[in-house]
C-alpha cells in the first residue's frame, strides 16, 4: 500500500484526532512524508480538518480508492491478491496487459480513479472522468480455448451485475455482448482483450477491463440521453471501494464454472436483446435482425428478414438496439 493508503487508514481507526509526529511514528515515516500523504488526499477530495492544537481528523467518511479498502471487502482470495490502485491511468487495461506480459499472475487487479485515453470495444472512447466510476482490469489466465473467449465477457457481465446489485436498490440488464444497462440507459462497459498460445491454441492471458459509472453524474450532450450512473438511478451514493471489491468477489466465485458456462442462464435472463429487433454492424455494413437467444459459447443467434438463422460473434460484429 502507498503512504497515503497507510495515512487515511491510520486515521480512520483512530477515535481521535492524530498529529503528523503520532502518524510519523505510528507509520514509521517523517512527518514531512505525513504532510504529503495530507496534502495528496485532501487533493483527492478527502476532507481532513487540520489543527495545530489537536492534529488530523477525518470530517467525513470519505469515497477515495484506497487498496485498504478495497481489501476490507475481499472474501475471495483469487482475485484481487496482487493489486495496483492509481489515481490516474491513461488505461486500466493499457497497464494489465504491460503487467500480464510480464508473467503478472492470474488475478492481479488494476484500478483507477480516472483515466485520460478509457477505450470501449473497436477502439471506442470510454467516458472516464475523476471521482465518478470505477475503472479496473483483472488479468486472468484462463485453461480455455481462443474461440470460448467471449463467454469470460459474459462471466464478467453477470458478475458486475450481481455486484451493483447487491449495493444498489437497481435492476442491472446485460446488452450482448458487453455493455451493462438500467432504467434503459448503459451504466458500464466491458473490454476484455486476450493473448493468445499459438502453439496450443489456447489462451495466454485475459485482461478484462470494466467500467461503472457509480456517482451522480452530468453527462455530456452526446451521451445524456444513452448513458447513466447508478447514483443517479437509485439515489443514494455507493462506495466504490467497496463496489470494486463485490466484483472481484463475483467473478471469482462464478469463475469456477467458466469451462461448463454455468453463468450463461443468467447471462440470457439478463438480456436485454432477447426478443427485440436490431440493428446488427459488421464490416462497415447493417441490416436489421431479431435477437432469438445467446448459445452456450456466449454467441448470439439472430433471425433475418429472410426467416435464416445466423450466430453472431462478438469480436466481429455488433449490434444496436
Known sequence: MSTRDDVLQALRESATPLSGEQLARRLGI??????????????????????????????????????????????????????????????????AKQLAARGAPHGTLIAADSQTAGRGRFSRQFYSPP????????????????ERAVMITSLAAVAVARA???????????????????SGKKCCGILCEASMD????????????????????????????????????????????????????????????LAGGDFMAESRR????????????????????????????GRLSVRLPDGRTEILNSGEISIRL
Not at 84 to 95: G, P
Not at 271 to 292: C, F, H, N, Q, W
Open 198 to 257: 499459438f502453439e496450443s491454441g489456447g489462451l495466454e492471458y485475459v485482461v478484462v477491463g470494466i467500467g461503472v459509472n457509480t456517482g451522480r453524474m452530468v453527462f455530456p450532450d452526446e451521451l445524456r440521453e444513452i448513458a447513466t450512473s447508478v447514483e443517479n438511478e437509485c439515489g443514494t451514493p455507493v462506495s466504490r471501494n467497496r463496489l470494486i471489491a463485490e466484483i472481484a468477489n463475483q467473478v471469482s466465485f462464478l469463475y469456477g464454472g
Open 164 to 182: 451493483i446489485e447487491s449495493l444498489a436498490d437497481v435492476d442491472v440488464g446485460i446488452k450482448w455482448v458487453n455493455d451493462l444497462y438500467i
Open 30 to 95: 517523517t512527518r514531512s512524508a505525513v504532510w504529503k500523504a495530507i496534502r495528496g488526499l485532501q487533493e483527492a477530495g478527502c476532507r481532513i480538518e487540520a489543527s495545530t492544537r489537536t492534529g488530523y481528523v477525518l470530517s467525513e467518511e470519505p469515497d477515495i480508492l484506497s487498496e485498504a479498502e478495497i481489501r476490507r471487502y475481499l472474501a475471495q482470495p483469487e482475485i484481487g491478491a496482487q493489486m495496483e490502485v492509481y489515481r490516474e491511468l491513461d488505461s486500466t487495461n493499457n497497464r
Open 131 to 146: 471521482h465518478s466510476g470505477i475503472y479496473l482490469s483483472f488479468i486472468l489466465r484462463p485453461a480455455l480455448p481462443a
Open 270 to 297: 439478463r438480456s436485454v436483446v432477447i426478443g427485440r429487433e436490431v440493428t446488427v454492424l459488421s464490416a462497415g455494413k447493417s441490416y436489421p435482425a431479431v435477437a432469438e437467444d445467446i448459445d452456450a459459447q
